[in-house]
């Protein structure tokens, strides 16, 4: 088996980019799912299987579900409709003078918020977003589902060192701007066009450093009582801003 797909929207979109090999799992009875099975009878590239309740909480393993189970049919690495990129490939694809928005994410580790960030980058059209290979979460079954399939079109870098990727991009003409507290309002920010976002952990923020490779620091103006935004928040307000600014 492959790497396993649950939510009505994500498995929608993996149906539309499916293999040979994929198999969709669902629950016999329930018609909640008939429009995934007519989408997958169209594609001509998925096996339909209809469970029991039994065989199929065997199938789902705990996973949260409607009655269906996408299964790939391909490892969790190779699942991607666009598989993982380099960051120096990703570099040389760019024409002179194009414009980019790179999110790069320093040790993320809930799925949920993975997910939820890719759904805004795919919304904005984060050109790449970059995950470390280590100390990290990366596109696992509930990062689909929560990103609502956008995980399945969002172009990814996993990368061993993170400094040194960031190193590569400003070399190609990118300019950093990490997000912190103590940053220049965003909303005052002047974002280059070709520009990387870092978003540092859910607790402790970004590494010292990969902090010392930032550009500049910017921040989000905030009047409420509790003083942060979780992260995805943050990542999808931050993506506007550039996009505020360079539209296309």
Same mark, same amino acid.
């Given at each position: %088996? ?10 929608? *979109? ?5 293999? %040979? ?33 039994? *065989? ?15 299964d ?15 960051? *120096? ?8 003078? *194009? ?35 280590n ?20 172009? !990814?870098s996993?990368?061993t ?19 912190? !507290? ?16 870092? !978003? ?5 923020? %970004? ?14 103006? !905030? ?11 943050a990542?999808?307000?931050?993506m ?9």
């Amino acid at each position: %088996m492959g790497e396993k797909i649950t939510g009505t929207h994500a498995i929608e *979109e993996a149906l539309k980019n499916a293999s %040979m090999g994929s198999t969709l799992y669902l629950l016999r009875g329930d018609r909640r799912n008939a429009p995934l099975e007519k989408l997958a009878l169209q594609t001509g590239k998925t096996a339909i299987k209809k469970l029991s309740q039994l *065989e199929f909480d065997k199938v789902a393993k705990g996973a949260e579900n409607r009655g269906a189970v996408f299964d790939t049919g391909r490892r969790v690495k190779d699942s991607r409709v666009n598989p993982d990129i380099s960051v *120096e490939d990703f570099c040389a694809s760019l024409k002179n003078g *194009e414009g980019a928005l790179v999110l790069c994410l320093d040790s993320i580790t809930d799925p949920h918020n993975l997910g939820a960030i890719l759904r805004s980058a795919d919304q904005f059209s984060a050109t790449l977003v970059i995950v470390p290979k280590n100390n990290s979460v990366h596109a696992t079954e509930v990062v689909h589902r929560v990103s609502s399939g956008a995980a399945s079109y969002v172009k !990814m870098s996993t990368v061993t060192n993170l400094s040194r990727a960031l190193d590569t991009l400003k070399d190609n003409g990118f300019w950093v701007y990490g997000a912190d !507290m103590a940053g220049e309002e965003s909303y005052s920010a002047e974002f280059s066009q070709r520009s990387v976002i870092v !978003m540092g952990s859910e607790g402790s923020g %970004m590494r010292s450093l990969v902090r010392a490779k930032c550009d500049k620091i910017v921040s989000i103006p !905030m009047s409420g009582h509790i003083d942060s935004l979780n992260v995805s928040v943050a990542a999808g307000i931050l993506m506007y801003e550039y996009r505020r600014t360079f539209r296309n």
